[in-house]
């Protein structure tokens, strides 16, 4: 972060604390009307969002550093779709539909791999590691097939610094322009020289949003994380940064009578750095909402990103993705392990109420969300959701107003 | 002692002439299986009526709760500042996470974990965290959800309906007048306990339903006491229903074989225990939907029957007996629940069995005997509440006892 950028972002929490203090309500800001819980709960919904939402954004699949050389492959499905993840000769990295073009048997079996040409086991049709037909045996059999014209259905493929990412819609934005502005802040977080230390995955009974929800505002902070976080972060002094396409981030400061967060805190266990780019990541946390499904938080060496994968209308999974400098020198095991666990278990308080939750939301105890001024981010994430599904299409009753558009920041 | 001559004439009679009862129809097994007609019971019969939940003395003081891990909603019982104790969703309506998490306790108030919302045991929102960052929050818009809350004697009910009828009316008058001298005096907790089967809420429910099994089942235990061939029923309206089972003449008891015969007991007697209905028989009420009793002289099991799945059921033992007020809870209790929990296990050990054989098998009927009337009767009633019309055709069981109920 450039000096002038963290200079603003302190100003605003002086703002916001002094704020808190009077105990007024920011003046001018909107109140946010309730959320109808059925968009949490109701298949049809659900089912708008699989049209809508997964089959069209960009969803992470994995790490280049997973494909170091040509034919190194993964297959990824945890959207509704098989992909195939495969690197080419030129040592571009490609997505298709793992589905062979002669009957649709899957062409990879398996999840990871190296191979010189994809050859389907099924007839043996075979492709070359940029999706060109081959080789077709007995291809007297097919008069007038054009082999040029049946490689493999291609997914889009972006990468975002080292991550990959594919898009099933042939007409999305493109990776970068999605990510706009939110790319532009996190800059200096180097994603394109970052590597995966650990990945934990977990399961989870409640709707993808109900989790998601948990990571978009501080306002729980000082109930749920009694002992863990609220000594370290003050979430009164809160600073949301809401920009296009969904995206966001949440910077919550550190304590004032704190100077900095200190080892027990920071994932960046035992760093020493003072460089002045990350100040913030040592005196206050900072997280960020990639829509529709990454939430990370920022550090300037190990940090975490969140993505969350429906597996019903009620599952959710969870993969948390450690990612470091990939020129970090190793660290210690026993404090990378420490660290590891000291997150997790703050990733446990954060899941214990979901489970609630759900119930709350299924059994009709809770039939609409008032969401307060702290929690304005899961409003913009719902903002997006309707933008992108259309309003028109969604029955009326789990329709919301769009409040938000005069504070996303361009 | 199997020497029927030897018997002495029944002192209760029972209000149902089974001369004149018409064959019942075999019970559909998918009664038991489908989730659409589960779905249908959950609807029309668990949210409709009135459930037992537990007995007062469990909430001593202000404050003191209990949390029912139910499939129907989370909900927190719990009594207030006043001592009424009163029925709340555990569910708190800012986003909806749980205001109580132990499962018992005693709390001063009742504090969401997630963003420290706090509400009073009345179940008013007395506490928002940071509330200058909700500007439209009306005082009352968001208390706790109170769920009907009511009590026959120390009995503590629950109702999902709000227009449902007062407790009172849905237990009878009959079924008042004959027990409430029991409910209206001062028992109290022995024991509790749960388990849960993977088995349909009713099959449980049915095992309490019939003498018929006793002298298979509980050849050991229970037969030796009572004489199951001359067990008769009478049914109530609503599905209630009284099973009552002479014991064996004195001398044909056989002493010492199961020592947990709670009528050779010391412990202080409950009210009705000396009249003659009691003196000679087990009496067993079972009322709908969910609980089922067994009165022997100085204390009585409840067990009670929730669904967690359409082949997923909890069953949960209550034992009550006369207040011991200060004295030091008596030893002879551990004996008695002992002998009480074997014969639980024999009922509820064939269980999960069952459930299986009955899936395998899911287009058949289960037909029943003249003694095992009062499990048509309890699928009648559910039926009724149901209505009819609502069910598949192949799974309806009709109401055909209507004449018989007193
Ligand atoms: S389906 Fe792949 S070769 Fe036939
Ligand atoms: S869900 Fe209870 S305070 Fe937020
Ligand atoms: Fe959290
Ligand atoms: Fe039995």
């Known amino acids: 972060m450039k000096p002038d950028e963290i200079a603003d972002l302190k100003r605003r929490f002086d703002i916001e604390f002094s704020r808190s203090e009077t105990g007024e309500y920011p003046a001018a800001f909107p109140a946010l009307p309730p959320v109808p819980v059925g968009r949490y709960t109701d298949p049809r919904f659900y089912e708008l969002e699989q049209q809508h939402i997964w089959s069209k954004s960009w969803l992470i699949v994995g790490h280049a550093g997973e494909l170091p050389e040509p034919g190194c492959w993964k297959l990824w499905n945890r959207a509704g779709f098989p992909a195939l993840i495969v690197r080419g000769k030129d040592m571009k990295i490609r997505a298709f539909y793992n589905s062979c073009r002669h009957r649709g048997a899957s062409l990879i079996r398996g999840t990871s791999g190296t191979t010189k040409v994809l050859d389907c086991k099924f007839h043996g049709w075979t492709y070359d590691l940029a999706g060109q037909l081959i080789f077709v045996p007995a291809e007297h059999e097919f008069p007038g097939l054009d082999k040029a014209a049946n490689g493999l259905v291609p997914l889009r493929c972006e990468m975002w610094g080292n991550l990959i990412f594919v898009n099933r819609d042939m007409d999305a934005l493109p990776l970068m322009q999605h990510l706009g502005k939110a790319a532009e802040q996190l800059v200096d977080f180097d994603f394109d020289k970052r590597r995966i230390c650990a990945i934990l995955p977990y399961d989870l009974p409640c709707n993808w949003k109900i989790i998601m929800d948990a990571f978009q505002e501080s306002y729980h902070l000082d109930a749920t994380h009694v002992r863990s976080v609220a000594p370290f972060l003050d979430y009164r002094g809160s600073v949301i940064e809401m920009w296009p396409n969904g995206h966001s981030a949440l910077t919550v400061p550190g304590r004032r009578e704190l100077s900095k967060l200190g080892d027990q805190f920071v994932l960046d266990a035992g760093s020493k750095s003072d460089d002045p780019r990350h100040e913030l990541t040592r005196t206050a946390n900072i997280s960020f909402t990639i829509f529709p499904n990454i939430i990370g938080t920022c550090a300037e060496f190990q940090f975490p990103m969140l993505a969350f994968w429906p597996t019903g209308i009620g599952t959710t999974h969870v993969e948390i993705i450690i990612t470091e400098p990939q020129d970090c020198p190793d660290m210690d095991p026993a404090i990378a392990k420490t660290t590891i666990e000291r997150f997790a278990a703050v990733m446990q308080e954060d899941m214990s109420n979901v489970a609630a939750v759900q119930e709350s939301f299924d059994c009709g105890a809770v039939r609409e969300i008032q969401l307060g001024y702290l929690e304005r981010r899961i409003y913009q994430f719902h903002e997006e959701l309707e933008r992108r599904i259309g309003s028109q299409n969604i029955p009326p009753e789990l329709q919301i107003r769009p409040m938000l558009g005069a504070y996303i920041e361009h | ?406």
């Open chain 2, 1 to 406: 002692m199997n020497d029927m001559t030897k018997l002495q004439p029944m002192p209760w009679k029972t209000t149902v002439d089974e001369s004149k009862l018409p064959p019942l129809p075999p019970i559909p097994r998918r009664r038991y299986l489908d989730e659409d007609f589960y779905q249908l019971e959950l609807k029309h019969v668990w949210r409709k009526v009135w459930l037992l939940v537990g007995h007062e003395t469990e909430y001593e003081k202000p404050g003191s709760y209990r949390l029912l891990d139910l499939d129907l909603a989370p909900v927190v019982v719990v009594r207030g500042k006043d001592m009424k104790i009163r029925a709340f969703l555990n569910s708190c309506q800012h986003r909806g996470a749980t205001v109580l998490k132990e499962k018992e306790g005693c709390a001063p108030v009742m504090s969401c974990q997630y963003h420290g919302w706090t509400y009073s045991l009345e179940g008013k929102l007395v506490g928002v965290t940071q509330p200058d960052t909700f500007p439209h929050l009306n005082p009352g818009d968001y208390d706790l959800p109170e769920l009907r809350c009511e009590q026959w004697g120390g009995l503590i009910f629950i109702n999902f309906d709000k227009e449902a009828q007062p407790l009172r009316e849905f237990l009878t008058k009959s079924v008042l007048d004959r027990y409430s001298p029991i409910f209206e005096s001062p028992l109290r907790v022995v024991w509790r306990h749960a388990w849960d089967f993977n088995c349909n809420w009713k099959l449980p429910t049915d095992a309490f339903r019939e003498a018929y099994h006793i002298e298979t089942i509980h050849k050991k235990t229970v037969f030796q006491m009572i004489d199951c061939q001359r067990a008769t029923t009478d049914m109530n309206h609503n599905g209630h229903d009284t099973i009552t089972v002479p014991y064996w003449p004195k001398q044909a008891m056989q002493e010492g074989e199961w020592d947990a015969i709670p009528v050779l007991s010391k412990l202080a007697p409950l009210p009705l225990a000396a009249t003659p209905e009691f003196t000679a028989n087990v009496i067993e009420p079972n009322i709908f939907p969910n609980f089922s009793m067994a009165f022997q002289g100085v204390g009585f099991p409840i067990f009670s029957f929730w669904p967690v799945s359409v082949d997923r059921s909890r069953v949960e033992v209550l034992w009550l007996g006369v207040d011991w007020g200060d004295a030091p809870k008596s030893a002879e209790w551990e004996t008695l629940i002992a002998g009480s929990s074997i014969v639980a296990e024999e009922d509820l050990g064939n269980l999960m069995s069952i459930q299986k054989s009955l899936a395998a098998d899911p287009d058949k009927g289960i037909p029943l005997a003249t003694k095992e009337i009062a499990i048509y009767q309890l699928h009648a009633e559910i039926d009724r509440l149901i209505g009819p019309e609502n069910i598949a055709p192949e799974l309806r069981v009709p109401d055909i006892l209507r004449d018989f109920y007193a």
